[in-house]
């Protein structure tokens, strides 16, 4: 029983840095203006990060309602990129990586918090 926790753990520390990466690269495509990447990212991300937070909620814990409030972040950062489908504004681009910003540390933190749990629990094991 322990062991398959463990796995299940360690299951949401590699999903949650694999969307930690995707949040970079959203972010990274909003600052150089690739705003065709950033929408297929922002859909993957939406996609992936719904389903590891239904497949790990018991990991998250405390930091379930942040998540899901960026995933409703994602939700309006998809709807200014399909808007903005010609070119986006000084002003509407700089929210859009202030946004994209707050998703990338809340999912790296995420990542990093349940890393931090994975390597205790092979040190206490």
Known sequence: MRAEKSVQQHNAEV???ALARMAK???S???IGM???ARLRTTDLRSELAVAIRHHEAFIGAHLNHLQDKQIDL???TDALNQ??????QAE???LLEMTGEILDVLAGQSGQLRSNVESGVQNG
């Open 15 to 17: 999903d949650f840095a």
């Open 25 to 27: 690269e959203l972010h």
């Open 29 to 31: 495509y909003v600052e």
């Open 35 to 37: 705003m065709p990447e």
């Open 75 to 77: 939700k309006l950062v």
């Open 84 to 89: 903005g489908a010609g070119s986006l504004s």
């Open 93 to 95: 681009k700089i929210r």
